[in-house]
């Protein structure tokens, strides 16, 4: 008898092209890379999100984009959760940190939300922090509000360094999809 595991993995993100390239649409950007490697594409309109589910060695993987604005993705993540009745520690969202240097990813098994305001609309919504993690860094500016920071567009330089985080990114998630949590920490930590 088979056994399929459901997997969900949300990338944060602001809807719109005015969004498009900016530093808070990197979970957005992540989750298109990685669609695009396991032949998948987000086009679909569920859970007030673009949405893509596809069978991958065993594993049912579902790929999120919620379309409500960061701030308000706990709404979109929640839905999806109850649907597919998906035990929370087979839930990852990926999303930008500004406490991380550029370029760096960093995973977690669970954890506080670390300001980032989508990620508190998830815990919100779903009554706990007991979800994965993969941030990706953004560096925190020299000066300047946060709030227009993480709005902006990255430099030329920047964006060579982002492409590069994207696809250690994406290896992570597979490994987290197909080896799990502990060994996704080890080996991309």
Request: net charge negative.
């Amino acid at each position: 008898m088979w056994y399929v595991l459901m997997k969900i993995i949300v990338g944060l993100g602001n809807p719109g092209k005015k969004y498009l390239k900016t530093r808070h649409n990197l979970g957005f950007m992540a989750i298109d890379q990685l669609a695009q490697q396991l032949e998948m594409e987000c086009i679909q309109k569920k859970f007030q999100s673009l949405f893509c589910k596809k069978s991958v060695d065993q594993e049912e993987v579902i790929l999120l984009k919620p379309q409500t604005f960061m701030n308000l993705s706990g709404g979109a993540v929640k839905e999806a959760v109850d649907m597919y009745k998906c035990p929370l520690q087979y839930l990852m969202v990926i999303c930008d940190d500004l406490d991380i240097p550029m370029g760096e990813i960093r995973i977690r098994r669970s954890g506080g939300c670390g300001g980032h305001r989508g990620l508190e609309s998830i815990a919100d919504h779903l009554g706990s922090t007991g979800f994965s993690r993969l941030r990706i860094g953004i560096g925190r500016p020299t000066d300047g509000d946060p709030s227009d920071y993480v709005l902006s567009t990255f430099s030329e330089e920047e964006e060579h360094v982002t492409t590069e985080a994207i696809e250690e990114a994406c290896e992570a998630l597979k490994t987290w999809m197909f080896e799990g949590i502990e060994v996704c920490m080890n080996k991309f930590n």
